[in-house]
């Protein structure tokens, strides 16, 4: 079993539209969860850190479910910028702060 | 504007010849990791480095070689042991490796062996 899961898409919709990703990781000791954006051929950038308590930031809501062991990526009003490479990222301790990336969800947004 | 430069961005090579992918950062961060991503798998770590002349193997180390001689810089050796180079490489920082420490990665070197 992977470390860390995605479904890879890609998810296709319409401008304005409300999409989920979810991500799950199987190693219960994993401390800290982000999601990084990648676009096309670029290098990965951090979107939002993921809270125990749910976090939102603009149209982007991510929350952890530590007991199921699952991550998720909310975004409301999908824009075409929205399009790119969502990656699930989990940090595992291992002596130092390690982290384990998904392979990503793929978003394409059109009009 | 501080961050992370890596070059060259695109990088042919031979079967049988090693290269040097350049890494040097301006964001005054002690650790360093080299990442190698190939479609539809995650990023996987080759070398990190939390402080000058100390670094540690990741999790696919074999077939490259890393330096760490200046706080800056964090080169990696792609060597012809390496059996499968053609990837995207890709360099990180971040302040330390305890943390919840954000990465900042630079802009990638695409090796493809010829």
């Known amino acids: 079993r992977k470390e860390v899961e995605q479904d890879p898409g890609p998810f296709n919709v319409p401008e304005g539209a409300t999409v989920a990703f979810n991500c799950t990781y199987s190693?219960?000791?994993?401390?800290?969860f982000f999601w990084y954006r990648q676009d096309c051929r670029k290098e990965p950038k951090l979107l939002m850190s993921?809270?125990?308590s749910g976090n939102e930031d603009g149209r982007f809501t991510a929350q952890l479910n530590r007991a199921s062991q699952y991550i998720s990526l909310l975004i409301r009003d999908s824009k075409l910028s929205d399009s790119a490479t969502y990656l699930c990222?989990?940090?595992?301790?291992?002596?130092?702060?390690?982290?384990?990336f998904g392979t990503g969800t793929r978003l394409l947004v059109s009009p | 504007d501080g961050g992370i430069t890596q070059s060259p961005k695109y990088l042919f090579r031979k079967e049988g010849q090693n290269v040097t992918l350049s890494c040097e950062q301006n964001?005054?961060?002690?650790?360093m990791y080299w990442y190698r991503q190939d479609p539809g798998q995650g990023l996987r770590l080759i070398y990190y480095?939390?402080?000058?002349?100390?670094?540690q193997k990741g999790d696919i180390a074999e077939g490259y070689s890393v330096s760490r001689e200046k706080k800056e810089s964090f080169p990696l050796t792609v060597t012809s042991a390496q059996k499968n180079p053609t990837a995207f490489y890709l360099c990180?920082?971040?302040?330390?490796?305890?943390?919840?420490?954000?990465?900042?990665f630079g802009a990638g070197s695409r090796l493809t062996v010829l």
């Open positions: 190693n219960s000791a994993s401390q800290s």
């Open positions: 990222v989990v940090t595992l301790n291992t002596g130092f702060q390690k982290l384990v």
């Open positions: 964001l005054n961060h002690d650790a």
């Open positions: 480095s939390q402080i000058v002349n100390d670094f």
């Open positions: 993921v809270y125990s």
């Open positions: 990180a920082s971040s302040i330390a490796l305890s943390g919840a420490n954000v990465l900042t």
